[in-house]
């Protein structure tokens, strides 16, 4: 399904989280951030609100990192991002 760009944020914000029906996506989860509203007046460290609010999913979904030359994995990522 696409969303329309031409919506109002707000009209978007609510397709999207209606999109994220949670008996179909258990391990999902929708945070809300207004990057215009949150950032506006060039204060990119506003950023940092986001960032805290989604540490501890971070931290849980870990990274993926392998080494050498056969590309030995070292660490497994558990989850994904999506912005939009």
Known sequence: ????RSLPPSR???L?????DPS???LS???EFDFHHECKGMKFE???ILIDRL????????YFEAAGPDSHKLQSQNGA????
């Open 12 to 14: 978007i914000d609510l």
């Open 24 to 26: 179909s996506f258990a």
């Open 55 to 62: 540490n501890d999913t971070f931290l849980k979904q870990s």
């Open 29 to 31: 989860s929708y945070q």
């Open 16 to 20: 999207s989280s209606a999109l994220l």
């Open 46 to 48: 506003n950023v940092s």
């Open 1 to 4: 399904m696409s969303v329309s």
């Open 81 to 84: 991002f999506r912005t939009k």
